[in-house]
Structure formats: structure tokens, C-alpha cells
């Protein structure tokens, strides 16, 4: 019977070949990503260029927070500072490339523009299925050019020297409203995430509805990321066409980010890596599908998207890197291996 066991140690350096295994696929999948940026960095739209400028805060978490536990991993470090060196790189080129082709919609959200802005989570939480909405609307709930005017108020971008952390009555009913799908759910999210790292200390200061009164900002998080929880599982019982892909991805890549870890799954991590297109390292990487994911009527256009010459994503090939380094940053900030998406 005692045969039949393996020692400790022996489970333990299991467990580290087929996490390092994982990370390979994940510098390997970023060092392509990395290269289509190089490449296109003058084509990104702003959305793109936000993804990679995560994936970069990200990056640099995880580099300072590398184990030095044997060679393999050291080794794994340096390409993942060298990739670092390379985004900054070419991301000081695509922000500049922002600026001039676009500068009103830069000026806008140009805090959004730095790695510094972006906090990465270092301790986790998880979803809750008890929060997912009971009935959801079938389509987006939301106007996008309202939704960035919010953002330009938390920013204080809504006009030159304006006062940031500004929270209308009409952007806190956006963007607490209960039972939105898809897009509009992830930038309920981010509204409360940028509005958090900008350091806006209160956003729901004068909800006066008696059902909210004890609802916190953290609150509307973990019953967002719930219900894009329950969004990704549904989405991966249909084939992730172009459109849920981006949904998918981008649920991942904002939850992840929030501290949410039971996003980072393995076999989601597997969906994500078969997404890319090898040969040239974007995401989305065909032009009818996404002209079709564009023309949705009852889906969120991605204002500014930009299929690009090759017939790549911008928006879904940014916010895949981004959940790519999320996974990566996961990986070697949970201490505990039982938490792990690889156990």
C-alpha cells in the first residue's frame, strides 16, 4: 500500500515542473503579443493600448515577486524582464501614436496611459453564485459615450484642470443598476475599479435608496464579477465565436485584476491560449467575424475598435495579454498551492 504513495517532495516537484510548464506557455504566448505590438504599434486603439499598459503593471509585479528557488524559475525571470523592457518600448511608441491620431480621446482618459495607475491585486477573493441576478436583460443596458463621460468625471479629464472623483446622479444609476449583461457588467466593474485607484473615497455618497444603504463599493464588485462569473460558464457552453471570445476574455482579464481569482482557471487559461493566432500573435485574428461582432445590434459597439490590416482585434488582442498577465501574476503571488488554477 505505502508503494503506492509518493513522497512529499516528490509531489511537490511535480506540481513545480507542471506549474513552470504552464508559465512557459504563458511567456511564450506574451512574448508573441508582444512582437504584434512592436509591429503594430502605431494601428492599437486606445482600448488595445489600456490591456498592454496591465499587462505592463502586471509584468512588474510579477518580476518583483519572483521565487529564486531554482534555475528554471530564475531563468523564466529574466525573459519575463526581458519582455518588460520590450512592452515599454513599444508602448512609449503606441501612446505617442495615441496622442497625435487621437488627442481629444487621449487627453481623456491619459491617467489610464501609465502602469503606475493600475493596482495589482497581492491577496484574493472569490466569487459568490448566491449574488447572480435571477433574471438579466438580454441587451446592453448602458450608453457608452455616457459611460466615458463618467470615467472623465472620476478622472477629472471632463475638462482641462477639472476636479476629478465627480460622481453625477446619472453615471451612480448606470452604473449601480442590477441585472445588465456582458459589456455593460465589466464597465460597471471598472467604473468602481478606476474610481478606487484614482482614489475617489466615496462613490456612492448620496444613494439615498433604503435597499443600498448597506452596500459598499466593494460589494457592487464581488456582485459583478459573480455574475460575469456566471457569464464565462455560460459563454463556454456555446462555441466562443468572436463575440463571446471578447466577453469572455475581457471578464477574465477586469475580475482577475479585482482580486477575484477563481477566474484564473486552467482550462480557461487553455481557452485563451488557443485563441492566438500563432503566426502573427493577436487575438481575434479574422476580419469577417469581427465586422460581424461589430454589427451585433444588440451588443455593445466597441467605439474606436480597429480591425487592423491583418485582420486582427485591437480591443480583443489587448485584453487578452492583459489576462495573460494576470494568470502569470496569480501564479506567483498565491503562496498556497491548493488555490492554485493548476491543482
Known amino acids: 500500500m505505502r508503494a503506492s504513495w509518493l513522497p512529499l517532495a516528490a509531489v511537490l516537484a511535480l506540481c513545480t515542473v507542471s506549474r513552470a510548464e504552464v508559465i512557459d506557455d504563458v511567456l511564450n504566448s506574451l512574448a508573441r503579443g508582444a512582437d504584434f505590438l512592436e509591429q503594430q504599434h502605431e494601428l492599437i486603439n486606445l482600448d488595445g493600448v489600456v490591456g498592454y499598459i496591465m499587462l505592463q503593471a502586471e509584468l512588474k509585479q510579477a518580476v518583483g515577486s519572483w521565487p529564486h528557488s531554482d534555475p528554471v524559475s530564475w531563468a523564466q525571470r529574466s525573459r519575463a524582464v526581458a519582455l518588460a523592457k520590450k512592452l515599454e518600448q513599444s508602448l512609449d511608441r503606441a501612446v505617442s501614436a495615441l496622442k497625435q491620431n ?9 491617467p489610464l496611459l501609465t502602469w503606475t495607475f493600475w493596482l495589482v491585486p497581492g491577496s484574493w477573493a472569490s466569487t459568490d453564485p448566491s449574488l447572480v441576478y435571477s433574471s438579466t436583460l438580454t441587451s446592453e443596458c448602458y450608453d457608452e459615450q455616457l459611460s466615458d463621460k463618467c470615467l472623465t468625471l472620476l478622472l477629472g ?12 446622479k446619472q453615471c451612480r444609476d448606470m452604473m449601480t443598476r442590477f441585472g445588465c449583461p456582458f459589456y455593460s457588467l465589466s464597465h460597471q466593474l471598472l467604473y468602481f475599479m478606476i474610481g478606487h485607484m484614482r482614489g475617489c473615497s466615496d462613490l456612492l455618497r448620496g444613494d439615498s435608496r433604503a435597499s443600498r444603504l448597506n452596500m459598499t463599493e466593494l460589494s457592487y464588485q464581488r456582485i459583478f464579477c459573480s455574475n460575469m462569473m456566471k457569464t464565462n460558464n455560460d459563454l463556454l457552453t456555446e462555441a466562443l465565436g468572436p463575440l463571446n471570445a471578447d466577453i469572455f476574455l475581457e471578464n477574465i482579464l477586469v475580475c482577475g485584476l479585482a482580486g477575484f481569482s477563481d477566474f484564473y482557471k486552467a482550462d480557461w487559461l487553455q481557452h485563451i491560449l488557443r485563441l492566438q493566432d500563432v503566426e502573427v500573435g493577436c487575438f481575434g485574428r479574422d476580419k469577417i467575424n469581427i465586422i460581424y461582432m461589430l454589427l451585433q445590434p444588440h451588443h455593445r459597439v466597441k467605439r474606436r475598435e480597429r480591425v487592423l490590416p491583418d485582420g486582427c482585434s485591437s480591443h480583443m488582442t489587448g485584453v487578452a495579454v492583459g489576462a495573460l498577465g494576470g494568470y502569470l501574476n496569480y501564479y506567483l503571488t498565491e503562496q498556497d498551492i491548493t488555490k492554485r488554477p493548476l491543482s
Do not use: A, H, L, S
Open 102 to 110: 487621437d488627442p481629444n480621446y487621449y487627453r481623456e482618459f491619459e
Open 157 to 168: 479629464t471632463w475638462k482641462q484642470n477639472g476636479t476629478p472623483c465627480i460622481v453625477t
